[in-house]
Nanobody, 122 residues
């Protein structure tokens, strides 16, 4: 089995910083695109930032210049450094990864973490 475990959420004041981590474990053959999504109450889940295995990144316009996504391939871990946080960043943040597992099934599957709450107070 494959599992994504997130950590690093919490409560922070406006203008503060948080760093989220997401570690993938299990029978991982290859770990390709990874990313962070968020979902605020009564809103749809949206992409925050993504990073490919090559290291190329993409960001939602609302977080450009404030958030930085990175990965450590040796640790199968993706990070999200969030600076200059705003109340509108409050949401549950989910890690996502495209993974091929060891075994006869060579297809790539999407996996999700359990989510971590980020709350930014004004």
């Amino acid at each position: 089995q494959v599992q994504l475990v997130e950590s690093g959420g919490g409560l922070v004041q406006s203008g503060g910083s948080l760093r989220l981590s997401c570690a993938a474990s299990g029978r991982i053959r290859s770990l390709n695109a990874m990313g962070w999504y968020r979902q605020a109450p009564e809103k749809q889940r949206e992409l925050v930032a993504g990073i490919r295995s090559s290291g190329s990144t993409n960001y939602a316009d609302s977080v450009k210049g404030r958030f930085t996504v990175s990965r450590d391939n040796a640790k199968n871990t993706v990070y999200l450094q969030m600076n200059s946080l705003k109340p509108e960043d409050t949401a549950v943040y989910y890690c996502n990864a495209a993974i091929r597992r060891w075994g006869t099934d060579q297809r790539e599957y999407d996996y999700w973490g359990q989510g971590t709450q980020v709350t930014v107070s004004s």
